[in-house]
């Protein structure tokens, strides 16, 4: 990201002396204004933007350390090097002291001055840098980016912006793909924490011996590796937020550390022995059944009262009906632009194929699917041809079936079962409900029923004059 830099305001009464500061900046491809008082320097302060003041600290009129107050309360982010006559330790403590970024003594050589404009220079870029992360990630998580207008996702944009300005902590559950890291980001960035850090570990990806050390930092020493003093994860999330992904593959001893943490907010990095403090909003997410990894003894009872203070919970892709298409047209739409693709829409047979399918990817899957659907597709509309065979998918689903023996409470997993076998035979009757209840030897009645009872919609278009109620 290039970002141009605004020019450096010169303030000195002694015109030699702006002469060439002025030569020394420019040479170096810095822009430079330049006045000789600091009052002439506020009046354009007013007008411009710059991204660093020098400034004499001895001044005709006003002098030097009264400007630099004067600076610092109406731009306090503003740095300001102020140029001394002679280094007294004194004056030096003074002018950092009033709030200078940094003084030099007079006579300085060129290099002295350059390298602290160097530094403020970077530091401006980061500034922007965090200011244009932050703008971008403000966008990302806006509430009307979380698509979905079945109830349960109006209600969970509801939910949103009545919990994330609490510092309540919030269990997100949900499978795969669902949309749990997209609802952290939205409670960090609808909280009055958003300007602070929103810090994310996936407790997974980091093997244990590393992720207490991540977490909580370590001393130097700590253990083999540890060279240097490290602060963790929570102290840069001081004051902002920690998600916390996968929490359920977070170790037993590990899992103690995190309780007492959540209990007083304080922690101890490893290989120390400082109590150490921070004020952070904690957010976790797991997609395995917690209350299972409880009953086996893999998570902690006591910790998951901690967390699940308010919990969202994100219902499957393929119980949002409708949303699928409003999903399907939201990364159409999306891919359209970054792959430069002029395709409008689906045909019907394409809605009638994402609709039918159960999507155990769940909106990860839909994405993808419909980014390589754009990628194949040669006319401008998505075709149910450039969608993936999804019976042939559901059938591999099913050969699978034995690995499923004590994964899933029986009655969940006959759902699933019946599910996959209703979605095939529509599929197969190509939607017409009186064939697909022939193949499953059931009357359509029955099967109108069934579909009901597990949420799986048939695509509005597809309802032809026979099988219209
Ligand atoms: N309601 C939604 N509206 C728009 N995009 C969504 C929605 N839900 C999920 N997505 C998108 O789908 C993808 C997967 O979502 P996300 O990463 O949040 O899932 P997850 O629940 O964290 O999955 P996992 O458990 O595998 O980590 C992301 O690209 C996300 O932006
Ligand atoms: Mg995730």
Redesign the pocket.
Same mark, same amino acid.
């Given at each position: 990201m290039s970002m141009l830099l605004p020019p450096v305001l010169v303030v000195d009464d002694e015109k030699n002396m702006r002469l060439s500061l002025e030569k020394m900046l420019s040479d170096e491809g810095y822009a430079v204004r330049s006045v000789e008082s600091a009052e002439a320097a506020l009046e354009l302060l007013e007008r411009e933007e710059f991204f660093l003041v020098i400034t004499d600290a001895r001044l005709g009129g006003m002098s030097g350390y009264e400007f630099l107050a004067k600076v610092k309360s109406h731009w306090p982010q503003l740095p300001v090097l102020m140029i001394t006559a002679y280094a007294t330790p004194k004056q030096a403590v003074e002018a950092i002291k009033a709030g200078a970024i940094d003084y030099l003594p007079k006579p300085f050589a060129p290099e002295e001055l350059l390298h602290a404009v160097g530094r403020c220079a970077e530091r401006h870029r980061l500034l922007q840098e965090n200011v244009a992360l932050k703008t971008r990630a403000l966008e990302l998580y806006r509430l009307d980016?979380?698509?979905?207008e079945t109830p349960k996702?109006r209600e969970?944009r509801q939910l949103i912006q009545t919990v994330a300005p609490t510092d309540a902590r919030v269990l997100?559950l949900? =499978?795969?793909?669902?949309?749990? =890291?997209?609802?952290?980001?939205a409670l960090h960035y609808h909280s009055n924490r958003r300007h602070a850090n929103y810090v994310k570990i996936?407790c997974a990806a980091i093997p244990d011996t590393l992720l207490e050390s991540e977490l909580f930092g370590h001393e130097k020493g700590a253990f083999t590796g540890a060279v240097k003093q490290k602060p963790g994860r929570v102290e840069e999330a001081d004051g902002g937020t920690i998600f916390l992904? =996968?929490i359920a593959d977070m170790s037993k001893p590990l899992q103690a550390k995190l309780l007492r943490f959540l209990e007083d907010g304080t922690f101890t990095r490893v290989g120390g022995t400082q109590e150490l403090r921070v004020n952070v909003r904690v957010i976790a997410?797991?997609?395995r059944d917690i209350i299972r990894a409880i009953q086996e003894g893999q998570f902690r009872e006591d910790l998951f009262h901690r967390l699940n203070v308010v919990q969202i919970h994100?219902p499957p892709l393929r119980e949002r009906g409708q949303?699928i298409l409003l999903?399907a047209e939201?990364?159409l739409k999306f891919y359209a632009e970054t792959l430069r693709k002029r395709v409008k829409g689906f045909t019907p047979a394409a809605k009638q194929k994402l609709l039918a399918h159960t999507w155990p990817?769940?909106?990860?899957e839909?994405?993808n699917v419909i980014e390589r659907a754009l990628i194949l597709e040669t006319t401008d509309q998505i075709q149910a041809s450039s969608l993936p065979d999804f019976h042939i998918e559901s059938r591999l689903r099913q050969a699978a079936h034995e690995g499923l023996v004590g994964t899933k409470p029986l009655e969940e997993a006959l759902a699933d079962f019946e599910r996959s076998l209703i979605t095939s035979a529509l599929e197969q009757a190509g939607y017409s409900l009186t064939k697909a209840a022939e193949l499953l030897k059931i009357s359509r009645h029955a099967l109108r029923y069934r579909m009901q009872r597990l949420n799986i919609t048939l695509p509005v278009d597809t309802t032809d004059a026979e099988d219209a109620d």
């Open positions: 980016q979380i698509i979905g996702m969970l997100i949900g =499978e795969s793909g669902t949309g749990k =890291e997209l609802v952290a980001g996936n992904d =996968e997410a797991t997609n994100l949303d999903l939201h990364f990817g769940n909106v990860r839909l994405r």
